[in-house]
């Protein structure tokens, strides 16, 4: 997408850096254009004092403008405004992350679900390493919420379950991440040593989102980019971007940060294919594709059964006859029986599950479209 805004600071094929105020500059986006939104607006912290460490050293907190508002109600306004903008942006099947603290994030939720978002996920980045709470008044702030919606209950928004699971050792991934806040090399500094933005983000953070919610060549959109962390992880991933940030110091170290990124390489950009997205290939396929042909013989995962293919697709044995999955659950005396995985060609000594020439059949076909 290329947009034609008299703040543009950036411009390549995949990627648009802005520089100017988010809501402006998402009224010229064009209505369902966008795949996903991530967005890390103000907390309205609302801190009055500064804080001390025990030692009487100042803590390096959010003290900037742009998080200071002068009431909830300026606050709510300010938040209806970019989301109303953001959804409207949005593609029919598109989604939203927004992240916050107990500050704000409530007030956003509330928003999101005025506004016609479906909420689909409270996710909660428990921080490996927090701040520790040095007035001893109240429990350490351990946690930042994150609210995943989509642009409405009809959406059928991008979740890439299977490779979410993969990433998290081949089980579920829960709502709960154990995550460490950015520190060291990945935080910047400016030449006096001091953070150059008090919120900076981790890449494995948004390394986590993206490859949960999009697909690779989507829209991305940010529109309080900070120093680019959003950036940066959907360069790598190959996805398009487009930020949206008012601070022009922040601006500059975005922009030099996105330019330093690299995408993978295309071969190495495949993550694990949720199964419910995949293009159907019933078995009888790979026998009119001459995959399999009638006669073959297909041995069990146990190596105790072997069956043979019929014309029509189905198999055959001393005990039983019908589907893949029907001749399996029966000689294993089962309810139930994935044929894809019980059932294996014998090629070289190896066993070859008849999964990996549904496979083949799927990439015949999409070469064929």
């Known amino acids: 997408m290329r947009l034609n805004m008299e703040h543009m600071f950036q411009s390549t094929n995949e990627t648009e850096l802005f520089n100017g105020d988010c809501i402006s500059l998402l009224e010229k986006i064009p209505e369902n254009s966008v795949d996903l939104i991530f967005a890390d607006p103000p907390y309205n912290l609302q801190l009055n004092n500064e804080l001390l460490r025990p030692n009487n050293s100042k803590v390096d907190g959010v003290k900037e403008d742009w998080d200071k508002f002068s009431s909830f109600n300026d606050y709510d306004k300010f938040t209806k405004k970019w989301l109303t903008e953001a959804r409207r942006i949005l593609k ?9 603290s107990y ?9 999101l679900q005025d506004l016609g978002y479906w909420i689909l996920n409270d996710v909660f980045w428990r921080k490996s390493n927090p701040m520790p709470n040095f007035r001893g008044r109240r429990f350490t702030n351990a946690h930042e919420t994150l609210i995943w919606a989509a642009k409405s209950d009809a959406s059928k928004y991008v979740f890439n379950y299977d490779a979410l699971k993969e990433l998290n050792d081949g089980t579920q991934m829960r709502s709960d991440w154990f995550l460490p806040i950015c520190s060291g090399s990945e935080r910047l500094k400016g030449k006096d040593g001091k953070k150059v933005h008090p919120t900076q983000k ?9 490859i949960a919610s999009t697909k690779k060549g989507d829209l991305i959109l940010d529109p309080f980019l900070g120093t680019g962390t959003t950036g940066v992880v959907a360069k790598r991933l190959a996805r398009k971007f487009i930020g949206i940030e008012k601070d022009k110091s922040y601006f500059k170290e975005a922009q030099k ?28 396929q790979l026998v009119e594709r001459g995959l399999l042909k009638p006669g073959d013989e297909l041995t069990s995962v146990n190596k105790r059964y072997v069956a043979r ?16 999955h029907r001749v399996g659950a029966i000689l294993e005396g089962s309810p139930s029986c994935n044929g894809w995985n019980y059932w294996h060609v014998i090629k070289g000594g190896e066993l070859i599950p008849i999964d990996y020439f549904r496979q083949k059949a799927r990439t015949m076909n999409a070469n064929a479209k």
């Open 202 to 210: 981790p890449e494995a953070l948004l390394h986590r989102i993206l």
């Open 309 to 324: 293919v019929r014309p029509d697709g189905t198999l055959i044995t001393h005990k039983a006859k019908g589907s893949i």
């Open 92 to 100: 029919k099947d598109g989604a939203i992350w927004v992240i916050g």
């Open 103 to 111: 500050h704000n994030i409530f007030r956003v939720g509330a928003s």
């Open 257 to 284: 940060r996105i330019n330093k990124a690299r995408p993978y390489s295309e071969k190495d950009l495949e993550i694990t294919e949720t199964k419910k997205d995949l293009e159907r290939v019933p078995f009888g």
